[in-house]
C-alpha cells in the first residue's frame, strides 16, 4: 500500500512525542510563543489517534501551571510570558482532557477573560489591546468549558459577531474584514456555544465554504488562495455545525490530507512535499475524524476537543461529522 493511502498513525503519535526533545534546535526556542497552543495541538491529535497517553501526564500538566502569570490571572505561552487569551484556553482544555481542571483557580480566570471584552463586544487577545474574533471565540469557548457562560455580556458578543458578516454569508476578523475560513470557523462556534446560530446566512455561508475546495481536493481559506491541511478543520468544522458537510467532496479531501503526510519522520505539512508541524498534523487529523475516517475518535467541531469530553460535560450541540467508516 502506498504511503499515502492511510493514515500512519504510529509514525505521527512518535512525531509528537519527539517534539518535546528537541531543545537544542533554534527552532524549539523560535516557537516558545507557541508552547502552550503546541501541547494542545499535539495533545488533542494523539487523543483523535486513540494514543491519548503517550506523554507523560504529571509532566504535561506541571508545564501548563508553570505558566501561570499570577499578576493577570491567566496563563502565557511559556513560563515568563504574559497572560493571553489563546494560551489560557489551551490551559484549560489541557486541564480538562488531563481531568486536572482542580488545579486551576477557575474564578480568577474567569476574571481575567471577561476583563478582556471591549465596549464593542469583541475581546482583545491580552492587556496590550490586539482584537480578533478569535480571542472572542477563545473567551465564549473557554466560559463554557468552565461552566461560567452565564456571566457574559451574551447579546454584545453576539452583536459583534453579527457586524463582522460579510455579503458573501462569511466572518472577518473585525468589522469590515474579508471573509476568511478561519474567522469563519470561530464566529460560527462561538454562535453555536451562544445557541444563536439564526445570526448565521446558513445558505449563502455554506456555498461560500463549498466553493473553498479546489481541483485536487484540498481546501483553501479564501478566493485565489492555495490549499491548506488546515482548513480540512476550519471549513469542515463550521459545514458540520451547519450539518453540510455533503456539500464538499470528502473522499477528494481525504486524499489530500493523507498525500500531505511525511512518510518517513511523520507528521503532516500544509500540502504536500513541506515540511511536518504539529499544528497541520493537529488540523489534519481533525479534519479526518469529522470526514468519518476509519479507527480515529470522535471530535467536536465546536469546541475542537474529543466528542465524549464534551458530551461528559452536557456540553455537545446539533453538528453532524459524516459517519465513521469501518477498518
Known sequence: MAHNSKLLVPLHVSYIQNLGKSQDELAYHLTAHLRMNAIYWGLTALYIMGHQNALDREEMIEFVMSCWDEEAGGFGAHPDHDAHILSTLSAIQILIMQDAL???????????????QQPSGVFSGDSFGEVDTRFLYCAVNALSLLGRLSELDIERTVSYISECRNYDGGFGATIGAESHAAQVFVCVAALAILDRL?????????????????????????????????????????????????????????????????????????????????????????????????????????????????????????????PRKSL
Request: glycine share 8%; with cysteine.
Open 102 to 116: 482542580d488545579r486551576l483557580d477557575v474564578d480568577r480566570v474567569v476574571k481575567f477573560i471577561l476583563s478582556l
Open 198 to 322: 439564526d445570526v448565521v446566512d446558513q445558505q449563502t455561508l455554506c456555498w461560500w465554504l463549498s466553493e473553498r475546495q479546489l481541483p485536487n481536493g484540498g481546501l483553501n481559506g479564501r478566493p485565489e488562495k492555495l490549499e491548506d491541511v488546515c482548513y480540512s478543520f476550519w471549513v469542515l468544522s463550521a459545514l458540520s455545525i451547519l450539518n453540510k458537510m455533503t456539500w464538499i467532496d470528502s473522499e477528494k479531501l481525504v486524499s489530500f490530507i493523507l498525500s500531505a503526510q511525511d512518510p518517513d519522520s511523520g507528521g503532516i505539512a500544509d500540502r504536500p512535499g513541506d515540511m511536518a508541524d504539529v499544528f497541520h498534523t493537529q488540523f489534519g487529523v481533525a479534519g479526518l475524524s469529522l470526514l468519518g475516517y476509519p479507527g480515529l475518535v470522535d471530535l467536536d467541531p465546536v469546541y475542537c476537543m474529543p466528542a465524549s469530553i464534551i458530551e461528559a460535560r452536557g456540553l455537545r450541540k446539533g453538528w453532524k461529522s459524516l
